[in-house]
């Protein structure tokens, strides 16, 4: 199974919104709602911030939201705060992407 | 709350093994599904196999077939994970991270696998 295919970095201004999209085949992120997100802090252990393509676990901010179009999944984050500056990785159990590298301006 | 605290960092040779463990608070790891994720430096996540409770077996990523053990104690609630025949390549990262559902939802703070000679 090949990664999934995510832009290696996007930035934007706090209080604006941004989309990291995350693109499978109709073998895995087109073929299951099973795509699940994770943000990555420097030094840090990966923190899961969606499953089941846009279901938020307790505790994370309403501003993270996902969704799935065919064979690409879409992380959004709005009203960038300079926290959410981290690396996000999407996956289509049991393959992850590549990793997108956040930065807020 | 489940709570997964790692073993320190080890220094191995190549074509040394090395055994990392992950113990397991709030829940009993009867209870859990452990999988290992692995993260060489720079580079991104890597799924190296776990417990699959759908099929009550221990499944491994092909790329680590025959060189990864992943094996579990449960009268201490601590899971492990044996990488055998080390190169300078499996340097690296290595997570305990609970499964449930096609998601990993709780995660370890990691061990860091060197492998020099």
């Known amino acids: 199974q090949s990664a999934l295919t995510q832009p290696r970095s996007v930035s934007g201004s706090p209080g604006q919104s941004v989309t990291i999209s995350c693109t499978g085949t109709s073998s895995d992120v087109g073929g299951y709602n099973y795509v699940s997100w994770y943000q990555q802090h420097p030094g840090k252990a990966p923190k899961l911030m969606i499953y089941?393509?846009?279901k938020r676990p307790s505790g994370v901010p309403d501003r993270f939201s996902g969704s799935k179009s065919g064979n690409t999944a879409s992380l959004t984050i709005s009203g960038l705060q300079a926290e959410d500056e981290a690396d996000y990785y999407c996956c289509s159990y049991p393959v992850f992407g590549g990793g997108t590298k956040l930065t807020v301006l | 709350q489940v709570q997964l605290v790692q073993s320190g960092a080890e220094v191995k040779k190549p074509g040394a093994s090395v055994k990392v463990s992950c113990k397991v608070s709030?829940?009993?790891?009867?209870?859990?599904?452990m999988h290992w994720v692995r993260q060489a430096p720079g580079k991104g996540l890597e799924w190296m196999g776990g417990?699959?409770?759908?099929?009550?077996?221990?499944i491994y990523a092909q790329k680590f077939q025959g060189r990864v053990t992943m094996t579990e104690d449960t009268s201490t609630d601590t899971a492990y994970m044996e990488l055998s025949s080390l190169r300078s390549e499996d340097t690296a990262v290595y997570y305990c991270?609970?499964?449930?559902?096609?998601?990993?939802?709780?995660w370890g703070q990691g061990t860091l696998v060197t492998v020099s000679s």
């Open positions: 089941d393509v846009s």
């Open positions: 991270a609970t499964y449930y559902r096609y998601y990993f939802d709780y």
């Open positions: 709030g829940y009993t790891l009867t209870e859990l599904s």
């Open positions: 417990f699959d409770p759908e099929d009550g077996e221990t």
